[in-house]
């Protein structure tokens, strides 16, 4: 078994409403000096030893990601 | 004359759909998301609600219910096929129609009794209608800005394929107030306001909403 993680994040000229209000909330919170917050989607699959970067990928692209609006990048990490 | 409605879990609208369709003079016919079997329908319409909660995003879940992979093929080869609302958003996620839905760019959930303006009425689903016209049918969504690169957007506009576009302030952040899109063929139609709410005054805002299923209904019969 492996642990493989997907981040998926919406693209850069995407308008991302919900990172927006994270980054106008932090001022108000007594946070200053960041200046852009974006907010994506994180998945930590535990996947089988057979299972190839090909699959992975179309396990991204095709469900996990939209790619109309998001990126994605795939990663095996240690379990 | 019969129209397939589909029910997915989640789903809240089918009922209000079928209930236009009968308005209209057709005869709905009740599809479940996990039968692959549209009924010998002529048109389908995919209603909104919340399928599958929404989990990962809105229609990603619904997009691979067996009742969608016959919809997408019965779609290529020209039956109508409405989405209203979720049912737009299942639309895109399935490819259908181009481009995505996103949170309103003001966050909040938008209940509103909406006017938008005909840009289209070539559709299957809008022939009634005058272009020009301006409809009052409610919206209620949280995700619905309707967005698309550069190049699909100018394919839109240049096709004349925005079919619905809202009138005033823009309720949820949607590229170019786009409130609803037909695919090339004028055959599949996607909007996130909600014509099946306003199909009778005693129960709705206005009846504006009956044209898009007297449409339908037109459209089949001359076929």
């Known amino acids: ?79 | 004359m019969r129209v397939g409605v589909i029910t997915f879990p989640g789903t809240l609208d089918d009922v209000d759909a079928a209930r236009a369709v009968g308005y209209a003079g057709g005869e709905a016919v009740k599809l479940w998301h996990a039968d692959h079997d549209l009924k010998d329908v002529d048109a389908v319409i995919v209603p909104g609600g919340f399928s599958y909660g929404d989990y990962l995003r809105c229609g990603a879940i619904a997009r691979f219910a067996p009742v969608m992979q016959e919809v997408v093929d019965a779609a290529k080869k020209g039956m109508p096929v409405l989405g209203i609302c979720n049912g737009f958003q299942i639309l895109c996620e399935a490819h259908l129609l181009p481009g995505a839905l996103i949170r309103n760019h003001k966050l909040h959930f938008v209940c509103r009794d909406q006017w938008l303006k005909v840009e289209n009425n070539a559709t299957a689903w809008t022939s009634r209608y005058d272009n020009g016209a301006e409809i009052l049918v409610p919206l209620k969504s949280g995700e619905g800005g309707y967005q698309a690169d550069q190049s699909t957007l100018d394919e839109l506009e240049g096709e004349g394929r925005v079919v619905f576009r809202y009138v005033g302030e823009n309720p949820n952040g949607s590229r170019n107030d786009i409130a609803g899109i037909t695919s090339a063929n004028g055959r599949v139609v996607g909007l996130m306001p909600h014509p099946e709410h306003a199909i009778d005054a005693l129960t709705g805002p206005t009846d504006d909403g009956l044209g898009m299923f007297l449409s339908l209904v037109d459209s089949v019969v001359k076929a």
């Open chain 1, 1 to 79: 078994m492996a642990r493989v993680v997907v981040d998926v994040m919406p693209k850069p000229e995407i308008l991302d409403p919900q990172g927006q209000a994270v980054a106008n909330a932090l001022p108000r919170l007594g946070f200053d000096g960041i200046t852009s917050v974006r907010q994506g989607k994180h998945f930590e699959l535990e996947v089988a030893d057979d299972v190839d970067d090909a699959t992975l990928a179309k396990i991204a692209e095709t469900f996990l990601a939209n790619p109309v609006i998001e990126d994605w990048v795939v990663r095996r990490v240690e379990a």
